[in-house]
C-alpha cells in the first residue's frame, strides 16, 4: 500500500473528501507493510523507525510543512459544530476570530521543515493524520454521552466522569477525566463534546456555546485562561476527558482499518 492509500483510508472512516489543512503527507512512500504510529512523531522516532525496519511513521499531531504554516485554517470547522449547536454563523465566527489570529501568529514563525526534513534525508516515509481521527473520536464519544444521558435531564458532572470511565480507553489512561469548571453534583445539562478543529476555541467560543444553552463542554484539553474565564462567567462547566486518551479514540479505529488491509501496525508515544 501507498501513503496516498492509508490516508484515504483515515479520510473515508472520517467523511472527509480531502485532507484537511492539519493532516498532510510530509514523504510519499509505496510498498508499505509495517507502520509505527503515534500521538508525537518526530525526528528521534523517524531514527527509531529506521533502525527497526518501519516502511512509514505516522504523528497524529501536526509536525510541519502546511500542517504548521496552516493549522489556523482547519480552526475554521469549528464554525460548522457551532451552528449544530444552534449558534448564530456570524457570531460563531467573530467568537473564533481571537483564537484563530492567535495560532496563526505563532505558527507563523515556526520551524515547519524541522522534522519533514529529516523525513527526506532519511527517506522515510512521514505523515500525519490529525483532523480525521479527532472527528471520529469526537462522534463517537458525543454518541455515546447522547445515548447515556438521552432519558437523564437532572444527571450531574460526576455521572458524566462515571460514563467516560466506562469506556477502557478513559478508565486505563494515566490521566482521567477530571472536572475544571464546576461541581460533582452540578447539572451536567446539554453536553457539547469538542475534540475537532485543530486545537481548543478559546474563551469566547466557549461562552458563545454556553448563551446557545450548552451546560457542559467535554474537551480533551483546556488552556488554564480558557478554564479561568468560564468560571468568572459562572454559566457553563468544563470537563475534561484526557488527551492522550481523547487521541486514541479515533487513532484506534483508523489504525484497526488498516490493520484489516494486512498492514502491521505498532503504536507507541501516547496512543493507548
Not at 449547536?85 to 514563525?109: C, D, T, W, Y
Not at 458525543?142 to 466506562?166: G, M, R, W
Not at 489504525?255 to 488491509?261: D, T
Amino acid at each position: 500500500m501507498t501513503t496516498q492509500d492509508l490516508m484515504k483510508i483515515a479520510l473515508d472512516l472520517a467523511g472527509l473528501d480531502t485532507m484537511p489543512e492539519d493532516t498532510v503527507i510530509y514523504q510519499e512512500g509505496s510498498e508499505i507493510h509495517k507502520v509505527l504510529i503515534g500521538i508525537d512523531m518526530e525526528t528521534p522516532e523517524l531514527l527509531l523507525a529506521k533502525q527497526l525496519g518501519y516502511d512509514l511513521v505516522v504523528s497524529h499531531h501536526p509536525k510541519g510543512d502546511t500542517a504548521t504554516t496552516d493549522f489556523h485554517k482547519v480552526m475554521a470547522v469549528q464554525i460548522d459544530r457551532m451552528l449544530s449547536f444552534g449558534i448564530p454563523v456570524n457570531k460563531a465566527q467573530k467568537m473564533l476570530r481571537k483564537k484563530q489570529k492567535s495560532v496563526e501568529i505563532g505558527s507563523h514563525v515556526s520551524n515547519y521543515d524541522r522534522h519533514p526534513s529529516a523525513a527526506r534525508l532519511m527517506k522515510m516515509p512521514y505523515m500525519n493524520i490529525h483532523m480525521p481521527a479527532d472527528l471520529i473520536g469526537e462522534r463517537f464519544v458525543q454518541k455515546y454521552l447522547d445515548e447515556k444521558f438521552e432519558e437523564s435531564p437532572k444527571a450531574t458532572l460526576q455521572d458524566v466522569i462515571d460514563a467516560l470511565n466506562t469506556l477502557e480507553i478513559y478508565k486505563n489512561a494515566k490521566a482521567n477525566p477530571v472536572i475544571r469548571c464546576g461541581g460533582k453534583e452540578d447539572y451536567a445539562g446539554k453536553i457539547a463534546v469538542l475534540y475537532a478543529g485543530g486545537t481548543n476555541g478559546g474563551a469566547d467560543v466557549y461562552k458563545a456555546y454556553f448563551d446557545a444553552g450548552v451546560g457542559t463542554i467535554v474537551a480533551m484539553h483546556a488552556p488554564e485562561d480558557v478554564i479561568s474565564a468560564v468560571r468568572e462567567q459562572n454559566i457553563g462547566n468544563i470537563i475534561v476527558a484526557g488527551h492522550m486518551a481523547s487521541d486514541s479514540i479515533g487513532l484506534n479505529a483508523i489504525i484497526a482499518a488498516w490493520e484489516e488491509r494486512g498492514l502491521s501496525v505498532d503504536k507507541m508515544s501516547g496512543i493507548l
